[in-house]
């Protein structure tokens, strides 16, 4: 009896050593694993829960980015809430099931751009309307793209007087029921910036105004100890490397990579090739996490250029490359339908983002 207690005290201790063993040898060649996805509506919350203990956690990720908006009832801003939204015990759910498993949550509220989609207008625009940063362009009852005034996404005007103090008691209120000790600001696809017939920003540098709002959020972050993370895609130019409108800058914000804090977190999304980026932001000082979506062997691929870049860089540049992100652009509800079989994905069963999830993450898991 005595023997087969201590043997089993052995086995334990041998299997955590390995289990540790095999984490670190993936935090040295990966350190971020992610999983970036909406945050479930409360209906969800259970499912989402259980996908975290069940997939999440044995997958060895340990960053969830939740993008939140609006999904929270925000007690500094009840005005902007969702009509259904998250509680404070709801995320306190989420916060503890992600500590148990070491997972950081980051949660995630666009800022600057994505201020609507399609013809709906986001609710801080719905609310607060004199912060558009195009008031002179309307929302269409029908959207379509092209259209005559090139509107993608509404953006808020970064340098309206007001709009820092509505956003960041958002930012701080968010940060703190996620207990999180980073926060992702979106800005991707920002279109409108500097628009000539804004009064404030009409014929700035479109580069120094994003800069300048990147600085702002970040140096609001930083005085309560957090790190900003945000897209990539406004630094790289469109261009030159051909990557176009919406997965580069067309509109001369990428000079801005110059001149953004060195302390900002870039996840750089590509989805149809593995784009060598990661490299270009690594070499400005800046920390990079490359972002697969829905088609795996671009995914596998980029898991394997971003542990070969990492492997062969200079000490000084070696942490700069810190991972990978699965990115999610459905909500948790359809991506968990996805994912079980209980719905087919639009376009092949091969490029989905849950098929996508589980070969970048088995390729991932491959590396202890
Ligand atoms: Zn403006």
Redesign the pocket.
């Known amino acids: 009896m005595h023997h087969c207690i201590r043997l089993i005290a052995i086995l334990i201790t041998l299997s955590t050593t390995l289990r540790l063993q095999a984490q670190s040898s993936l935090d040295d060649k990966l350190p971020v694993r992610g999983f970036c996805i909406s945050a479930p509506v409360p209906s969800q919350l259970d499912n989402f829960l259980k996908f975290i203990k069940e997939e999440l956690g044995p997958r060895h990720v340990n960053t969830l980015i939740l993008r939140v908006e609006y999904n929270y009832q925000f007690e500094s801003q009840p005005a902007l809430r969702d009509s259904i939204a998250l509680s404070k015990s709801d995320v306190q759910k989420l916060v503890k099931a992600c500590k148990a498993l070491n997972i950081k949550i980051i949660p995630q509220i666009n800022l600057l751009g994505h201020q609507s989609w399609a013809s709906r207008t986001g609710n801080l625009l719905k609310v607060h309307p004199e912060f558009d940063?195009t008031p002179g362009v309307k929302m269409p009852a029908k959207y379509e793209w092209p259209n005559e005034d090139g509107l993608y996404c509404k953006s808020y005007?970064?340098?309206?007087p007001d709009v820092h103090t509505i956003v960041f008691s958002l930012v701080d209120e968010i940060c703190d029921v996620f207990e999180a000790s980073a926060f992702h600001a979106g800005l991707d696809e920002v279109f409108y910036i500097g628009?000539d017939k804004?009064p404030?920003?009409g014929g700035r540098d479109k580069a120094e105004l994003f800069a300048n709002e990147v600085r702002t959020i970040n140096d609001h972050l930083k005085g309560k100890g957090r790190k900003l993370w945000i897209w990539g895609d406004r630094l790289l130019d469109g261009k030159t490397t051909g990557m176009g409108m919406w997965e580069a800058s067309f509109n001369n914000t990428y000079r801005a990579i110059d001149l953004i804090p060195k302390d900002v977190m870039i996840c750089d999304w590509h989805y149809e090739r593995p784009d060598k980026t990661a490299v270009y932001f690594a070499m400005k000082g800046l920390k990079v996490a490359t972002c697969p979506w829905r088609n795996p062997t671009v995914a596998v691929a980029q898991v394997h250029d971003m542990v070969s870049f990492r492997k062969d860089a200079t000490n000084e540049m070696k942490d700069n490359y810190q991972g990978i992100v699965q990115t999610v652009w459905s909500d948790a509800g359809s991506f968990m339908d996805g994912f079980y079989g209980r719905k087919k994905g639009p376009g092949s069963e091969t490029n989905t983002p849950w098929n996508c999830f589980r070969v970048a993450f088995g390729e991932i898991n491959e590396l202890k």
């Not at 005007?157 to 309206?160: E, K």
């Open positions: 940063e005007c970064p340098l309206h628009d804004c404030r920003c």
